[in-house]
Structures are given as structure tokens and as C-alpha cells.
């Protein structure tokens, strides 16, 4: 029986002040496993107002980007669903030369973690990007975003071919010493086929789930919700798939790190997520009803994992099914 198996039977008496919140994703070492969701916190420097300091985060992943500057999608962008939220952003951004010159010297050192998402318009293009941000100082890792639904028309021309992943991966690789992570899409046959292409390119790690491809309309007088007509939905209706998904690729690649991400609102949720393998959450739509959401579930997580007797964030990695 693990180590963590055993702390969970037994429930042990123990102090929040007691508990440990590090992880490990690969190479990486963060302070405790709450990250940001790309796109969903701006470049980060939004969320100061709402959280003091960015160093709250176990790692802030900034919004995407790209080589050139994108004005993103047409408007509407975003559509409320009952359970969760549709969006058509479109990767805007003023493309990674301004980022280079005039958001890194900002955002450097503010946070524990910093992680830069991005998105290449050909597979080339990502390892184009990643060389450029290699030789950047206040850098910790790289998030590739091959699986935004968002953009050529929703085809996901990298997310869906194992062989296209492998080569995108293995070429990022080739040109940085940064910590990859790769970042999966849902709208796929086989996450973990996907999974285990990103692996043997030489990810450190993969985050998912990206957005699930979706639409609303307005029957009255038929017009789409967005201006793409199709986007990707995200928030608490997609948690179950997210779960399903992470504990998939766990289950079939049990070394390789995984961040799990989808419809995460509360420590219950993020914590769902660890207890079926995921290293650390990213917490995204969340930010919308509550830009101070990550600096509070921080606050309450020792308490949380010591009512169970965990004295570790690690202590509860992995426990689906331990008795």
C-alpha cells in the first residue's frame, strides 16, 4: 500500500499549518498546485488588483501568444450557457515581439512560476517561438496550445494527428531548455493516443482539457451566439468530461505529469481532479464570477486537505479507488 493510501485510512490527526502544498510537474517545482488557465487571466498583470501579489499562484500561464499580432474573432465573442460559457476569442494579441519588449520586463519575477502559452500558425512556427522565448530571462516553462478551437474555423489542424503532435513537440525540444507542457484538446477520439504522441516528442507534461466545441442559437431570429457560430464551451459542464479525460491519460501514461483543467469553481472540484492523478489544476472561467477565486481556494486548502489527514498536496495525488 502507498504511502498515501495509508494516510488516507488511517486519517491522522492534522494541523493545516502542518500541511505541505508543493508538487512536482516534471522539472518543474511550484509552491502549491493552483495555476491560471491561459486566456482566463489576461497576461497576469490584470489580476494584481484582485490578488495582491502574483506570487500567490503555484505558477501563472499567461493568454496566448503568437507570432504576429491578431485582432481576434468577430463580435459576439462570448455566450452564457446555463452550466458554463461559450467563447470565440480568437487568440488576440499584439504578437511575441511586443510581448518580448514590453510585457516580460512587467511580468518578470512577479510571479513563483511563469509560464508563457503559445500558438504557432504551422507547426514550424512553434518551434519559431520557442527559440525566440529561450533566450528570455523570467521564463520557467512553455505551455504549447495546439488544441484552441477557436481559431481556423474550429479544424484543430495540430490537436487531432498523433504524428503532426509528435513532430511539433519533438522540434519545440530541439531549440529550448525550457519545461514544455503540452496542452490537449477534448474534441479528439483518443486523448491518450494524443497523449502518448506528445509524450515521445519529449513533453514534460500535458495540461487538459482545452474547450469542447460548441454552438447556441437564437431560434427567434437565427442567429448564432457567436460570430463564428462555433466556440468552445468551458465551465462546470464540462468538469465530468475533463475528469474522465485526465484519469485516461493518468491510467495510461502514469509517468507523465498531467495538469488538470476544466469547469474547476472549488477546492472540491480541484481537488477531484488530484485525487484521479493531475499534478496541479488550472483554474479558468472561474476568474469571471471571481477574479479573486485563486488567492481564497489557496487560503482554504490546507484546512481542506488536513480535515482528511493529508499532510501533503502529494499525499492526495492519485488516491482514486485507495482504501
Given at each position: 500500500?502507498s504511502?498515501?493510501?495509508?494516510?488516507s485510512?488511517?486519517?491522522?490527526?492534522?494541523?493545516?499549518?502542518?500541511?505541505?502544498?508543493?508538487?512536482?510537474?516534471?522539472?518543474?517545482?511550484?509552491?502549491?498546485?493552483?495555476?491560471?488557465?491561459?486566456?482566463?487571466?489576461?497576461?497576469?498583470l490584470?489580476?494584481e488588483?484582485?490578488?495582491?501579489?502574483?506570487?500567490?499562484?503555484?505558477?501563472?500561464?499567461?493568454?496566448t501568444?503568437?507570432?504576429?499580432?491578431?485582432?481576434?474573432?468577430?463580435?459576439?465573442?462570448?455566450?452564457?450557457?446555463?452550466?458554463?460559457?461559450?467563447?470565440?476569442?480568437?487568440?488576440?494579441?499584439?504578437?511575441?515581439?511586443?510581448?518580448?519588449?514590453?510585457?516580460?520586463?512587467?511580468?518578470?519575477?512577479?510571479?513563483?512560476?511563469?509560464?508563457?502559452?503559445?500558438?504557432?500558425?504551422?507547426a514550424?512556427?512553434?518551434?519559431?517561438?520557442?527559440?525566440?522565448?529561450?533566450?528570455?530571462?523570467?521564463?520557467?516553462?512553455?505551455?504549447?496550445?495546439?488544441?484552441?478551437?477557436?481559431?481556423?474555423?474550429?479544424?484543430?489542424?495540430?490537436a487531432r494527428d498523433?504524428?503532426?503532435?509528435?513532430?511539433?513537440?519533438?522540434?519545440v525540444?530541439?531549440?529550448?531548455?525550457?519545461?514544455?507542457?503540452?496542452?490537449?484538446?477534448?474534441?479528439?477520439?483518443?486523448?491518450?493516443?494524443?497523449?502518448?504522441?506528445?509524450?515521445?516528442?519529449?513533453?514534460?507534461?500535458?495540461?487538459?482539457?482545452?474547450?469542447?466545441?460548441?454552438?447556441?442559437?437564437n431560434?427567434?431570429?437565427?442567429?448564432?451566439?457567436?460570430?463564428?457560430?462555433?466556440?468552445?464551451?468551458?465551465?462546470?459542464?464540462?468538469?465530468?468530461?475533463?475528469?474522465?479525460?485526465?484519469?485516461?491519460?493518468?491510467?495510461?501514461?502514469?509517468?507523465?505529469?498531467?495538469?488538470?483543467?476544466?469547469?474547476?469553481?472549488?477546492?472540491?472540484?480541484?481537488?477531484?481532479?488530484?485525487?484521479v492523478?493531475?499534478?496541479?489544476?488550472?483554474?479558468?472561467?472561474?476568474?469571471?464570477?471571481?477574479?479573486?477565486?485563486?488567492?481564497?481556494?489557496?487560503a482554504?486548502?490546507?484546512?481542506?486537505?488536513?480535515s482528511?489527514?493529508?499532510?501533503?498536496?502529494?499525499?492526495?495525488?492519485?488516491?482514486l479507488?485507495?482504501?
Amino acid at each position: 500500500m502507498s504511502s498515501h493510501s495509508a494516510e488516507s485510512v488511517t486519517q491522522q490527526e492534522v494541523r493545516p499549518e502542518e500541511v505541505d502544498l508543493r508538487v512536482k510537474i516534471g522539472p518543474l517545482e511550484l509552491a502549491n498546485p493552483l495555476m491560471t488557465a491561459s486566456g482566463t487571466a489576461g497576461l497576469g498583470l490584470e489580476m494584481e488588483p484582485f490578488w495582491g501579489s502574483l506570487s500567490v499562484a503555484g505558477a501563472v500561464v499567461v493568454k496566448t501568444i503568437t507570432k504576429k499580432a491578431r485582432r481576434g474573432n468577430p463580435m459576439p465573442r462570448l455566450a452564457e450557457t446555463p452550466s458554463g460559457l461559450l467563447n470565440s476569442i480568437g487568440l488576440p494579441n499584439k504578437g511575441i515581439d511586443h510581448f518580448i519588449a514590453q510585457v516580460l520586463p512587467q511580468l518578470s519575477g512577479r510571479a513563483q512560476c511563469l509560464i508563457v502559452n503559445l500558438a504557432g500558425g504551422s507547426a514550424d512556427e512553434f518551434a519559431e517561438l520557442a527559440a525566440q522565448l529561450d533566450r528570455c530571462e523570467g521564463i520557467d516553462a512553455l505551455e504549447l496550445n495546439v488544441s484552441c478551437p477557436n481559431v481556423e474555423g474550429g479544424n484543430l489542424p495540430f490537436a487531432r494527428d498523433p504524428d503532426v503532435v509528435h513532430k511539433l513537440v519533438r522540434d519545440v525540444r530541439n531549440v529550448t531548455d525550457l519545461p514544455v507542457i503540452t496542452k490537449l484538446s477534448p474534441n479528439v477520439t483518443d486523448v491518450a493516443v494524443i497523449a502518448e504522441a506528445a509524450k515521445a516528442g519529449g513533453t514534460h507534461a500535458v495540461s487538459l482539457i482545452n474547450t469542447i466545441l460548441g454552438m447556441s442559437v437564437n431560434w427567434r431570429t437565427g442567429a448564432p451566439g457567436l460570430g463564428t457560430t462555433v466556440g468552445g464551451l468551458s465551465g462546470p459542464a464540462i468538469k465530468p468530461i475533463a475528469l474522465r479525460m485526465v484519469h485516461e491519460v493518468v491510467r495510461a501514461h502514469p509517468d507523465l505529469p498531467v495538469i488538470g483543467i476544466g469547469g474547476i469553481l472549488d477546492l472540491d472540484d480541484a481537488l477531484e481532479f488530484l485525487t484521479v492523478g493531475a499534478s496541479a489544476v488550472q483554474i479558468g472561467t472561474a476568474h469571471y464570477r471571481e477574479p479573486g477565486v485563486l488567492p481564497r481556494l489557496l487560503a482554504e486548502l490546507p484546512q481542506h486537505l488536513a480535515s482528511a489527514g493529508r499532510r501533503s498536496v502529494q499525499a492526495q495525488i492519485g488516491t482514486l479507488g485507495a482504501t
